[in-house]
């Protein structure tokens, strides 16, 4: 069996000293050895330590690990062995290595950085994105204020561009959609539903609103009811002319679907799903049976909202329907409150507003937008005492009419100093900071995420004219209920960040939140901040 060099170390040490060279009688000496280096396999934009399990070695010197030298072609900064490749590619590394008598050791291997796998990159624009072909060159592309934009130049035929986006459809219903947008072209567009084009249509120059049908072959589930699928919708916006600017502002899908009704709630059970609002209640409880639920007010707080209970019914509301909500209520002391039904815990504004109902209570709402929470109640009464009871609550949706859903482009928000988006670039400028982390915030605009947020990774590239901190979080669109919370330092180089989501399960709307409160950024005034290329990516086998 071959033996490895280093099983016969010592003996050869011992030999070395023990042999002269004939022309000068000094020892011979061993030269270094390199040891542990390997091919490289890594994602773009993360640090690999190019050291890990490298030693260099020398029977003289001993450990001569920090003095090796290592070199990236094409060139990357390499510092202390760790290096981060900012593009995809194929690399050599160079290994390379002097010990003290100048003889050298080197060996050199490859470095493969791949890109990586992108779940969505188009969150900012309710995903909408655009596909290019044949000589197109986009020169702009992204949210641009209020509207999705982009330029592009070198268009010939239809299909060289494409402005897409998936939708879930109900199959064998037919759906009108609607685009509404600003364009210089004009001239035959075609629009195209899984890459197949299924109709024609001419563009007039000054055009701002665009409508079609398409509807997704009849498929059923199990128990006999009308499957949901998806489709691309795209428009084949090619051949509208050379030079074309567009900007898209909504999108609408509507249909008629059959008349029905459903009880989604019946004999409500209270349980666990009421609470005490921020804990100024005096008594909230359900009683042993979990059919009713009591507020008690002993000392209000001259604030009607301080004071009441919250209910969640744990029914999602979807727009277009309607719903009828039906309770008993007994208030005993008389005096007045009043009930929000809402469209979640937070909304303060409320669906409907009842001013001190009293019996029995029935009253039909309409949900005209898409909530990601949950159909909740709100009893207050924080200007008075009172012991209200409610009981034999339930709900029932009719599910009838013209359903109508919107997909608006939206726009990134600021509670303190100016916040814009210049294609795809958020642009935040900062006065001055305050003292809590939710006093310099910037949001963008909301998306639909589902699935399990451990298999992803958010990645955004930013500076900042000076080197602020922030949290950087990802929450449900309307309330705290974050799947990412991290503090980072922004650096005034571009650098791109990659940030792991927690273990946890996610479905609705989303927004991604940066805040920049907090006094360690109190020495730093008027301060841009810049944030781009922002994905959502999976998570990758190479991040073990």
């Not at 305050?434 to 451990?454: H, I, R, V, Y």
Request: hydrophobic content about 35%; proline content about 2%; overall charge negative.
């Amino acid at each position: 069996m071959k033996k490895s060099k280093f099983l016969i170390l010592p003996l050869v040490a011992a030999m070395a000293v023990a042999l002269f060279t004939a022309c000068s009688g000094e020892p011979v000496n061993q030269g270094p050895e390199l040891r542990g280096v390997k091919d490289v396999t890594c994602l773009a934009n993360t640090t690999v330590d190019l050291l890990d399990g490298v030693a260099a070695l020398d029977v003289e010197d001993g450990d001569i690990t920090p003095d090796l030298k290592i070199t990236v072609t094409p060139e990357v900064d390499v510092e202390n062995g760790y290096a981060t490749f900012t593009q995809a590619g194929e690399y050599e590394v160079r290994y390379e290595v002097y010990d003290s008598l100048g003889k050298l050791a080197r060996t050199t291997v490859s470095a493969t950085v791949k890109e990586r796998e992108v779940y969505s990159d188009n969150t900012l624009t309710n995903g909408f994105s655009v596909r290019t072909g044949g000589g197109v060159k986009v020169v702009n592309n992204g949210l641009n204020g209020s509207v999705y934009a982009f330029n592009a130049t070198g268009c010939e035929i239809a299909e060289d561009l494409q402005l897409t986006r998936t939708y879930a459809l109900i199959t064998g219903v037919e759906y009108t959609f609607k685009y509404f947008f600003e364009c210089n072209g004009y001239g035959r567009m075609k629009v195209a539903a899984d890459g197949k084009a299924i109709k024609e249509l001419n563009l007039n120059a000054g055009d701002r609103e665009l409508q079609f049908t398409y509807s997704l072959p009849l498929s059923q589930t199990a128990d006999g009811e009308a499957a949901t699928d998806t489709v691309e919708i795209a428009l084949w916006l090619g051949g509208l002319g050379e030079n074309l600017q567009f900007s898209l502002s909504k999108a609408e899908t509507a249909y008629w679907r059959e008349d029905g009704e459903s009880e989604l709630a019946e004999n409500f059970n209270f349980g666990d799903k009421i609470i005490n609002r921020d804990g100024k209640a005096q008594a909230v409880y359900a009683s042993e049976d979990g059919k009713s639920a009591t507020l008690e007010v002993t000392q209000p707080t001259g604030v009607i909202w301080q004071v009441g209970m919250f209910i969640n019914t744990g029914i999602r509301l979807e727009a277009g329907d309607e719903y009828t909500i039906s309770f008993d209520i007994d208030s005993k002391l008389g005096n007045d409150y009043q009930i929000c039904i809402q469209k979640h815990q937070w909304n303060e504004e409320g669906m409907r507003i009842l001013e001190s109902p009293q019996g029995h209570v029935s009253e039909t709402v309409t949900a005209t937008e898409v909530f990601s929470g949950d159909l909740w109640l709100f009893i207050r009464s924080g200007v008075n005492q009172n012991n209200i009871t409610i009981s034999d609550f339930s709900v029932k949706v009719k599910k009838s009419g013209y359903k109508t859903q919107s997909y608006s482009i939206g726009q990134v928000y600021s509670n303190s100093g100016s916040a814009r988006c210049e294609y795809g670039k958020i642009v935040y400028e900062i006065g001055a900071f305050g003292s809590d982390w939710g006093n310099n915030e910037l949001g963008t605009p909301s998306f639909e995420l589902s699935g399990a947020a451990g298999n992803f990774v958010i990645t955004f590239t930013a500076k900042a004219t000076s080197p602020v901190s922030c949290v950087f979080a990802a929450s449900l669109a309307d309330r705290w209920d974050t799947f990412v919370w991290k503090q980072l330092k922004l650096s005034t180089e571009q650098q791109t960040y990659s940030i792991r989501c927690d273990d946890k399960g996610v479905e609705g709307l989303y927004k991604f939140i940066w805040q920049f409160g907090t006094s360690s950024n109190a020495i730093y005034g008027n301060v841009t901040v810049e944030i781009s290329d922002i994905k959502i990516c999976y998570l990758s086998d190479l991040e073990g």
